[in-house]
């Protein structure tokens, strides 16, 4: 297997994995931010008690983020540097070419209306007994910032292909053949 071959596979079965993690990741902070927001309920000092489950679903949300940006980044430069070739296998350009096709059904690479629907239940602890004006001042405009957060990073994601793209092809075009 060539050095062009071997970094291929490896390059591919990152994707692979960077995308499998990222599917088991929502489970896993689901469920600890419900732990953490049960024992918080039960245990802590409400309404504060919710910046720590939030600041679980922020942990989660960032992770699946880094390792769905860091796959796509890989898929544009195997697109770029591999599927030049009339041989070559072609799945980046034709997985970016049936995306859009998709209206109103693609999918949610980044959970984000999961997010931001659990982000909204974790204010309702929040409430239970009613919270003071300076509570409410830091945990309102902290699960704020976390949905803007949300929305801004998925608004990233659905340009991030073609940005890189033509990043990736500007790159080549500079790079001197060997």
């Given at each position: 297997m ?6 291929f596979t490896?390059?591919?079965?990152t994707?692979a994995l960077?995308?499998?993690?990222r ?23 409400a ?6 489950p ?5 942990g989660g949300f960032?992770a699946i983020?880094?390792?769905?940006v860091?796959?796509e ?7 770029v540097?591999y ?7 072609r799945w980046e350009?034709?997985?970016?070419a ?8 693609g999918i ?9 629907a ?7 602890p929040?409430f239970?007994?009613?919270p ?5 001042a830091?945990i ?5 910032a976390?949905?803007v957060r ?5 608004g990233?994601a ?7 793209l033509e990043?990736?092809?500007a790159?080549?075009a500079?790079?001197p053949?060997?």
């Amino acid at each position: 297997m060539s050095l062009t071959e071997s970094e291929f596979t490896s390059l591919r079965s990152t994707i692979a994995l960077r995308g499998t993690v990222r599917m088991a990741l929502l489970p896993v902070t689901l469920i600890g931010w419900a732990l953490v927001a049960l024992l918080l309920f039960l245990f802590g000092e409400a309404p504060a008690a919710v910046i720590f489950p939030l600041a679980v679903l922020v942990g989660g949300f960032e992770a699946i983020h880094a390792l769905h940006v860091g796959a796509e980044r890989i898929g544009r430069y195997l697109q770029v540097y591999y599927e030049d070739a009339p041989e070559a296998p072609r799945w980046e350009t034709t997985a970016m070419a049936v995306g859009p096709a998709l209206p109103g059904g693609g999918i949610d690479p980044l959970f984000s209306v999961v997010f931001i629907a659990v982000t909204l239940a974790n204010l309702v602890p929040a409430f239970a007994p009613v919270p003071t004006r300076p509570e409410l001042a830091v945990i309102l405009p902290l699960h704020f910032a976390f949905i803007v957060r949300i929305v801004r990073a998925r608004g990233a994601a659905a340009r991030q292909r073609a940005v890189e793209l033509e990043s990736y092809r500007a790159v080549k075009a500079r790079t001197p053949t060997r």
